[in-house]
T-cell receptor, first 114, second 115 residues
Framework: NAGVTQTPKFRVLKTGQSMTLLCAQDMNHEYMYWYRQDPGMGLRLIHYSVGEGTTAKGEVPDGYNVSRLKKQNFLLGLESAAPSQTSVYFC?????????????FGPGTRLLVL | AQSVTQLGSHVSVSEGALVLLRCNYSSSVPPYLFWYVQYPNQGLQLLLKYTTGATLVKGINGFEAEFKKSETSFHLTKPSAHMSDAAEYFCAVSTTNFGNEKLTFGTGTRLTIIP
């Protein structure tokens, strides 16, 4: 099992450009999450999904959109990138949304917006 | 609302010495508590978690943590540090608040091991 994978690993964008980050999991998990990690701020939840075809806003959703057309994939889109979106993005998944569930993380995507 | 405070953004210990990483939480309902570890250029992975039952929880790589309700703490310890323990450690809390079972992370503690 590959677990949770993310593509790309690293990307440089210019302000105003768009891009999509792809997350895939092979564990048949229902829940999937997108986080961003910034120095001194820990991980903050951007959007999450409780199942195929569903999405919901997290703590910092502005400037991002997501889609979950297939159970195993969760896409994060930036329509018009801004320097404030320079960050490391992590995707995670869990079997259910119960509070005691372990979340499994991908290796991250490092994004630099110039 | 729930929150997590990790005391010390950087901790250095000598190889073979005790590792102690501090975590305090705030929650209005009984919490579930987690420690995740992030090795350089990798994603987070679970070290250990407390859900119910025994308050002393053992995890991978010789780490353990004790849930102390009276102190609202969940400190992470390891008796003898190894060079491979150098990483960033995140404490996290979640609660059974139906419809809002989110995982809230602390700001992390970077552990450096001195040879």
């Amino acid at each position: 099992n590959a677990g949770v994978t993310q593509t790309p690993k690293f990307r440089v964008l210019k302000t105003g450009q768009s891009m999509t980050l792809l997350c895939a999991q092979d564990m048949n998990h229902e829940y999937m999450y997108w986080y961003r990690q910034d120095p001194g701020m820990g991980l903050r939840l951007i959007h999450y999904s409780v199942g195929e075809g569903t999405t919901a806003k997290g703590e910092v959703p502005d400037g991002y959109n997501v889609s979950r057309l297939k159970k195993q994939n969760f896409l994060l889109g930036l329509e018009s990138a801004a320097p404030s979106q320079t960050s490391v993005y992590f995707c995670a998944s869990s079997y259910s949304g119960f509070a005691k569930e372990t979340q499994y993380f991908g290796p991250g995507t490092r994004l630099l917006v110039l | 609302a729930q929150s997590v405070t990790q005391l010390g953004s950087h901790v250095s210990v000598s190889e073979g010495a005790l590792v102690l990483l501090r975590c305090n939480y705030s929650s209005s309902v009984p919490p579930y508590l987690f420690w995740y570890v992030q090795y350089p250029n990798q994603g987070l992975q679970l070290l250990l978690k407390y859900t119910t039952g025994a308050t002393l929880v053992k995890g991978i790589n010789g780490f353990e943590a004790e849930f102390k309700k009276s102190e609202t703490s969940f400190h992470l310890t390891k008796p003898s540090a190894h060079m491979s323990d150098a990483a960033e450690y995140f404490c996290a809390v979640s609660t059974t608040n139906f419809g809002n079972e989110k995982l809230t992370f602390g700001t992390g503690t970077r552990l450096t091991i001195i040879p």
